[in-house]
């Protein structure tokens, strides 16, 4: 079975960092990209970074700069290092997988991070 699994979460203060940890397990087939997605409430599920197999990265606006997107060697860890951040950025972190067979996009099950002073 695959397995994706998120780690990191907390509550932290404006300003403080977190790094997440997403760990994969699992024959998948295909992957072309690895990153972060998040979810506020009340809000559509963003990406907020992303990592492809030859190792671009992208980035939204909204964290250009604060967030960087990592994996080890062997492509099994993938990281998002959270600098500066801001209560915006308070949300549920899902790690994501996407392939070119189904089911594409495989979801680790999220980790909370709260903003707040």
């Known amino acids: 079975q695959v397995q994706v699994v998120e780690s990191g979460g907390g509550l932290v203060q404006p300003g403080e960092s977190l790094r997440l940890s997403c760990a994969v397990s699992?024959?998948?087939?295909?992957?072309?990209?690895r990153g972060w997605y998040r979810q506020a409430p009340g809000k559509q599920r963003e990406l907020v970074a992303s990592i492809t197999k030859g190792g671009s990265t992208v980035y939204p606006d909204s964290v250009k700069g604060r967030f960087t997107v990592s994996r080890t060697s062997d492509e099994n860890t993938v990281y998002l290092q959270m600098n500066s951040l801001k209560p915006e950025d308070t949300a549920v972190y899902y790690c994501n997988v996407k392939a070119t067979s189904r089911p594409y996009d495989y979801w680790g099950q999220g980790t909370q991070v709260t903003v707040s002073s």
């Open positions: 699992g024959n998948i087939f295909s992957i072309f990209a």
